[in-house]
């Protein structure tokens, strides 16, 4: 009998793991996070704050990166600004900013006549009222890159001649709906066009003076936005001891609406790497950490404009593409640029394997996370909360009373237990972003790893407006 007992003692100890093990998972040890209610406004942004770039290359010509896991860019299949499915796409993300831009705008020739030899691309004015008219159907503003390549650092393709161009062929256009960005990642230069074709910090200057006179001498109220340079992870603004860097540049030009490029990470189609792409880095408190760290290298008195931002630079990585971890980390992104940030441009709406949407116009698992934060956001963001890897982001909201929409995401390995803020109601959300069931008044529940849920709560402050 005793015998017996001895030999099931391993059995038992299995078992009882077993169950300790589902107890923990059910409901997790350790203190629970207790959700502060928000207190006051702590940024307000543009709004629309979301904008979408449609890549230079995909209207005119020129070369971009394949969908499929191949690492050489080749010429795509063109995209028409007429397309039926192109307007469906953006009226469904209204209001929303368009920006036309990236590398192919440094080789971009504006004209009807054939292209000049040293241009490698071509943009008509039938292009350019048809991108007019597909911004105001938008309902947000137009974001032109100005080309800053070597064919436009000679006269009559510098920047200033481009702007009295655009003027003849759009006259009407609202001058306060159109802004330009002075060339595209110029501080990279010396790798897309050769050493010899790298800007210093005072030609660029100078190039942004001679553009600033042009926009007064045609009275466009739009913003003239400088530097628009790479700024990549560990590594910061690349090549600033050589191009001069954003800091220095506001100071000289006393200008306050800065642009900068941020992707997280780079895809396998880089040359060069400062850190490989992966979901676990994305969602990881690490890459946070060097987001914070190069947005707060801007200078503080600037209004910063993100025009260019994807899970992972050269065209993302085919291994995440669609993924629900790429969905979950956009839509952390959104949320923390918004805390900084004037405006914010996604990269891409369509193709490479960081569209919003494939090829054919499905939606990926980031276009869906869009529609979520849309439904949630404001220009008024409220404070947030972290602990270890569960984030709050909240806003502020006037209709029908003062109230708060929070969306609380958990983006780590394990279950979080939380605590709600009295008087709050909370909201389920699937793995598509979708809200699920009705809003719920109870005060505990459980968050389970890589997953989140919306909370709204009522306020006894309104809604701050300029």
């Known amino acids: 009998m005793l015998r017996t007992h001895f030999y099931c003692l391993p059995f038992l100890t299995l078992i009882l793991a077993l169950m300790l093990a589902s107890a923990q998972t059910i409901w997790p040890s350790g203190k629970a996070i207790e ?27 020129g070369y ?61 004015e039938q292009d350019w009222q048809q991108l007019v008219l597909l911004s105001q159907s938008a309902q947000g503003d137009l974001l032109f890159n100005l080309g800053l390549g070597p064919m436009h650092r000679q006269s009559p393709w510098l920047a200033k001649d481009l702007i009295a161009l655009l003027m003849q062929w759009s006259p009407n256009f609202t001058q306060n709906q159109l802004h330009f960005e002075l060339g595209n990642e110029a501080n990279g230069h010396f790798f897309f066009f050769g050493p010899q074709h790298q ?141 900084s940030q004037h405006r914010l441009y996604r990269q891409t709406l369509k193709g490479a394997s960081y569209g919003l949407l494939d090829q054919d116009w499905q939606p990926k698992a980031d276009w869906h996370a869009t529609l979520l934060w849309q439904q949630v956001a404001s220009p008024w963001v409220l404070n947030g909360q972290q602990e270890q890897q569960l984030w709050l982001f909240s806003y502020c909201h006037s209709e029908p009373r003062a109230h708060s929409l929070s969306l609380a995401i958990n983006l780590g ?44 709560q009522d306020l006894n402050y309104q809604c701050a407006i300029d």
């Open 35 to 61: 959700l502060l209610a928000p207190k006051g406004i702590i940024h307000q942004t543009d709004w629309p704050f979301l904008g979408i770039s449609i890549d230079t290359s995909l209207v005119t010509g």
């Open 413 to 456: 390995p394990k279950e979080q237990r939380l605590v709600l803020p009295t008087g709050s109601q909370w909201q389920a959300v699937d793995r598509d972003f979708q809200t699920i069931g009705r809003w719920q008044a109870t005060t505990e529940l459980k968050l389970t790893s890589k997953s989140l849920i919306l909370i709204k």
């Open 199 to 339: 800007l210093n910090a005072s030609q660029y200057l100078a190039h942004w003076q001679q553009t600033t006179d042009s926009l007064s001498q045609h009275q466009i109220e739009g913003k003239l936005l400088a530097k628009g340079s790479a700024f990549w992870p560990w590594i910061g603004e690349v090549n600033w001891q050589w191009a001069g860097s954003t800091p220095g540049f506001q100071q000289q030009s006393t200008t306050k609406d800065i642009s900068w490029h941020y992707y997280p990470s780079q895809s396998f189609r880089c040359g060069l790497r400062s850190q490989a792409s992966s979901a676990q880095y994305l969602l990881s408190n690490i890459n946070w950490q060097q987001w914070h760290r190069q947005q707060s290298s801007l200078p503080d008195t600037s209004r910063q404009w993100l025009t260019e931002i994807g899970p992972a630079q050269c065209g993302g990585d085919p291994g995440l593409d669609g993924s629900y971890e790429q969905g979950l980390w956009w839509l952390t992104q959104l949320a923390l640029a918004s805390q």
């Open 64 to 124: 971009w990166w394949q969908e499929s896991a191949v690492g050489e860019a080749v010429q795509p299949a063109l995209l028409r600004l007429d397309d039926a499915n192109l307007r469906q796409a953006l009226a469904a993300l209204a209001p929303v900013h368009i920006r036309l831009g990236g590398t192919e705008a440094d080789r971009l020739y504006l004209g009807n006549n054939a292209k000049p030899e040293g241009f490698n691309s071509q943009l008509t």
